[in-house]
Nanobody, 127 residues
């Protein structure tokens, strides 16, 4: 089992920044990659980006590329999502997730590629 706990969400103005954290506990050596997803009201959960456990490879959705950055601190079992240049359409609940699947990060973009999920943290961007 892997337990994931996100934190760091809140209310931010458009153009602002926020950093989300996801702390993993339990069998943390079992996952191959960590992903971030988001879900806005009335919409399906969508892929934001991911990173492999080495931290050397990551993949981002086009909608966030160049604005969001994922990093990993294996010593702290923590994955970060840095959100910059935020837009109102970035408003959503953000979830981190752990994948047990092998493969390049570019193919681990579906919700069912991830086995463990956190409870989510709300990010609200005001215009």
């Amino acid at each position: 089992q892997v337990q994931l706990v996100e934190s760091g969400g809140g209310l931010v103005h458009a153009g602002g920044s926020v950093r989300l954290s996801c702390v993993a506990s339990g069998r943390t050596l079992s996952y191959s990659a960590m992903g971030w997803f988001r879900q806005a009201p009335g919409k399906e959960r969508e892929f934001v980006g991911n990173i492999d456990r080495s931290g050397e490879s990551g993949y981002y959705a086009d909608s966030v590329k160049g604005r969001f950055t994922i990093s990993i601190d294996n010593a702290e079992n923590t994955v970060y999502l840095q959100l910059n240049s935020l837009k109102p359409e970035d408003t959503a609940v953000y979830y981190c997730a752990a994948s047990l699947r092998s493969g390049m990060t570019a193919v681990l973009v579906r919700t069912n590629d991830y086995y463990y999920w956190g409870q989510g943290t709300q990010v609200t961007v005001s215009s």
